[in-house]
């Protein structure tokens, strides 16, 4: 499962891989109640470049509002949602969407600034994808429904201390070092990484 959205606008390029990949993006889509006329997507450049939001939400009698809202990540990343900054950063991005009737949060940073964009938007319903994708995990995998918390754990190429501290601040989860580990790339196999432009 790709929770990232800008990673999963590749998936339909991994028919191939080994094991089936399946992106966060489907699970937004379906996240849309059909009868909206009037869908805003606010995402990273990635994500918003690629237009499958857009062009999956197509609907006769239906509008889609898409903007690229990737500052915020950076400001989420590095702890300052809701500082002054920020909330000037968020009113540039939505104000093109005053009249949406629900807003795609397509970047999973971004249901960590939940408040501030019901704020923005208050009349819109704001729709994160990252639960659609979980609930259909919890369906699918019921045994992990019940796995004990100690037991998770997580797997980054990157650097494991900057995923224990960027969790912290972006989400005030406490990760412990032994629950983030590093995993190497197989030899001849390219490890990807989409960054986050700020």
């Known amino acids: 499962m790709l929770a990232c959205n800008a990673a999963s606008t590749v998936v339909a390029r991994l028919g191939g891989a080994p094991v089936p990949v399946e992106g966060i993006i489907a699970h937004g889509l379906a996240s849309v109640p059909e009868d909206l006329t009037l869908v805003g997507v606010v995402g990273g450049l990635r994500t918003i470049d690629a237009g499958l939001y857009r062009r999956g ?3 006769p009698g239906r509008g889609v509002l898409s903007r690229v809202a990737q ?12 500082s002054r900054r920020f909330r000037a950063d ?8 005053r009249e949406v009737e629900a807003l795609v949060l397509a970047c999973t940073h971004y249901p ?9 938007l208050p009349n819109a319903l704001l729709i994160d ?6 609930a259909a995990i919890a369906y ?14 997580f797997l980054t190429t990157g650097n494991p201390a900057a995923m224990r501290h960027g969790a912290a601040r972006a989400w005030g989860t406490m990760l412990t070092a032994t629950a983030v580990r590093r995993v190497e790339p197989r030899p001849g196999h390219r490890v990807i990484q989409l960054r986050h432009a700020g």
């Open 57 to 59: 939400l197509a609907r």
């Open 71 to 82: 500052p915020l990540s950076a400001h989420i990343e590095a702890g300052r949602a809701g």
């Open 90 to 97: 968020l009113a540039d991005i939505v104000a093109p969407l």
């Open 112 to 120: 960590a600034a939940r408040r501030w964009f019901a704020e923005a």
């Open 129 to 134: 994808p990252a639960e659609h994708l979980a």
């Open 140 to 153: 699918r995998y019921p045994e992990a429904r019940t796995a004990d918390q100690a037991e998770r754990v």
